[in-house]
């Protein structure tokens, strides 16, 4: 029900894009996003969009490299990550509401979220 692609290897300062293929009902006028974890940190969220009207939500260390987007065509949401650095490698997933959240966030219990199964994103 939700499929990520696109992660790799790319040096400091190159760009990356995401994919998340997700079913209709794990689409429809949800947050969908993504968070990462990097080895012996913390989980964190990265960047969520709602697809019932496109409003986004970054974190600080991404705003203004990193873009999200939607494509109701598809079911799928995008992650363009630009000017990557080291700090950003980690393991990327993606995630879909399961509260019926109309104000997307970039936090919650793990449980309140649907899982991907991760992307890893190496920046050297």
């Known amino acids: 029900q939700l499929v990520e692609s696109g992660g790799g290897s790319v040096q400091a300062g190159g760009s990356l894009r995401l994919s998340c293929a997700l079913s209709q009902l794990r689409y429809d006028n949800k947050c969908v996003g993504w968070f990462r974890q990097a080895p012996g940190k913390k989980r964190e969220g990265v960047a969520m969009?709602?697809?019932?009207?496109?409003?986004?939500t970054y974190s600080d260390p991404v705003k203004g490299r990193f873009a999200i987007s939607q494509d109701n065509a598809d079911n799928t949401v995008y992650l363009q990550m630009n000017s990557l650095k080291v700090d950003d490698t980690a393991t990327y997933f993606c995630v879909s509401d399961l509260q019926g959240r109309k104000k997307c966030t970039l936090g919650g219990p793990p449980i309140s979220w649907y899982w991907g199964q991760g992307t890893q994103v190496t920046v050297s």
């Open positions: 969009i709602y697809t019932g009207d496109g409003a986004t």
